[in-house]
């Protein structure tokens, strides 16, 4: 698999990743038999990086990838943190970050944690000097070993990428979320920070497997969180409408090149957008893993294959989300 450099980390990363936040909660339940298998397919195909969270099953994602790199030395693994509790900005202080870390290198059976990001804390939070002064003291006591910023907003990643010590910032981008193309990608590259792409596929919308008779559990948020009940809107479906993305997809269907699927071909668009500094598709079993992993080998999308992506964008998705990301 191909490696590029995790921002200011230093940290050469395989191109795709892992999302954990499957193996946690709210996606329908994932055995910890199944969730270390898909773990094990994942790092097999060549993935070095995992990105979890201590909110996600409210620490046993976190749990369960501590355990299995005890047996699988040299990856790389990024928690987030500062979901667990009030979302104000008034919570964003050193002393609860120690206290959150901590908790997290427990989890995760490390003395140092690789990277830590803000886990799309209130907008002020970015703008806060006290808050990376504290970070930069996590650093300094070597409880962390980089930080950076999981952000739901362009401009929340502007002003992220404008502080000297953020190593990385993590935003949602993909077929359906152009926006970070016009500023935060380039931005990034001109400060050294790395990109780290999310709900690469849309919630699995742009794995082609979903039609109008698609049902999901009851604990999983693409079905308890259409209109942002439970976080924000954003986060499933990229704030697609359903049937809007079902649409999408079909008309991109006829871009994926032979002997690909459509979830390798939505990964291997994100890889081509300069800046991209790693994809994280979530996973569910095994075989997802395999297959997400492979999207590297796929050869980049030609010119005219972008352009029609972007016009699939232009006509059907942006009205609904290129204002509000």
Known sequence: MEHRVLGRTGRQVGVVGLGAWQLGADWGEVSEEEARATLEAAVDGGVTFIDTADVYGDGRSEQIVGRFVKDRPGLTVATKMGRRVEQVPANYVLSNFRAWNDRSRRNLGVDTLDLVQLHCPPTPVYSTDAVFDALDTLVAE????????????????????????????????????????????????????????????????????????????????????????????????????????????????????????????????????????????????????????????????????????????????????????
Not at 150 to 175: K, M
Not at 230 to 246: C, I, M, P, R, Y
């Open 142 to 325: 070597k409880r962390i070993a980089a930080y950076g910023v999981s952000v739901e907003t362009c401009e929340e990643a502007l002003t992220a990428i404008a502080r000297p010590g953020v190593a990385t910032v993590q935003i949602i981008l993909n077929a359906f979320r152009l926006k970070p193309l016009e500023r935060v990608l380039p931005a990034a590259r001109a400060a050294g920070v790395g990109i780290i792409a999310r709900v690469p596929l849309a919630s699995g919308l742009l794995s082609g497997r979903y039609d109008e008779h698609t049902t999901f559990s009851p604990d999983d948020h693409r079905a308890f969180n259409r209109h942002g009940e439970a976080f924000d809107v954003g986060e499933t479906f990229s704030g697609v409408d359903f049937a809007t993305g079902l649409e999408s997809v079909r008309r991109l269907a006829p871009l994926v090149p032979p002997g690909a699927s459509m979830a390798q071909f939505a990964l291997r668009w994100i890889l081509d957008q300069e800046g991209v500094s790693v994809v994280i598709p979530g996973a569910r079993n095994p075989g997802q893993a395999t297959a997400n992993a492979a999207a590297s080998d796929l050869p980049p999308l030609d010119a005219a294959t972008l352009e029609a992506v972007r016009a699939v964008y232009d006509d059907l998705i942006r009205p609904q989300v290129h204002h509000r990301w």
